[in-house]
């Protein structure tokens, strides 16, 4: 189950907080991760390879991404100041790294066992809470990345309903893009991402954890 925005603001304010462990160094690096997949949804590999020298003229950042591309994403002024004041290196750590320090994270905030804590949940949870309120599914598309609206619009489902198959697509138990039935490709609406756009959902309603 996806943890709503108030649990994850929650723990971005105590990931800083909770002790290092014997042999952990790079609390600062992770915690940046954290920001960059729940308030820009990254995929972790961008994340991890976020430059700050990256910027355009337009406020907008080129970023890295899946096949050695790259795409040009938006970055709320708000991160790119938490990420300076931690002094935010690319390539500083990895996904596997991150990927155990948020187990531990998890462990440490008592969260319940049903809740999602991985790499990848922060990005479902950008697309999701964005997608439930009104973000235009072309929007949607553009800022995460994805070539195929079918893509995207995994998101905007009810991944909450336990009937459907939605969850199991996204933790890739089937192709993302193979619809489940026969249908037309949805028409897709172009989008140019040239200048820094409105802040999309500044104070999104909580959703519940059960």
């Not at 599914?137 to 995994?154: D, E, M, N, W, Y």
């Amino acid at each position: 189950m996806l943890p709503n925005c108030q649990l994850l603001t929650r723990i971005s304010q105590q990931i800083l907080n909770i002790p290092n462990q014997r042999k952990e160094s790079k609390r600062k690096e992770h915690y940046c991760l954290f920001l960059l997949g729940k308030e820009a949804g990254l995929r972790v590999s961008e994340a991890v390879n976020f430059d700050l020298s990256s910027k355009t003229q337009k406020g907008l950042y080129h970023i890295k991404t899946k096949g050695k591309k790259e795409r040009i994403v938006y970055i709320p002024k708000k991160i790119i100041k938490e990420l300076k004041a931690n002094n935010w290196k690319p390539n500083h750590t990895n996904r596997f790294n991150f990927y155990h320090f948020l187990r531990k994270i998890k462990r440490e905030a008592n969260l319940p066992a049903n809740a999602e804590l991985t790499p990848h949940t922060l990005r479902r949870s950008f697309a999701t809470y964005h997608a439930e309120n009104g973000v235009p599914l072309p929007l949607l598309q553009k800022l995460l990345g994805h070539k195929s609206i079918r893509t995207t619009a995994l998101y905007w489902r009810n991944i909450y309903n336990d009937d459907d198959d939605t969850a199991d697509v996204l933790t890739g138990k089937f192709w993302l893009e193979k619809p489940k039935n026969s249908q037309p490709e949805p028409e897709e609406i172009k989008i140019v991402l040239d200048k820094s756009p409105e802040p999309l959902t500044p104070n999104l309603p909580l959703l519940n954890m059960l």
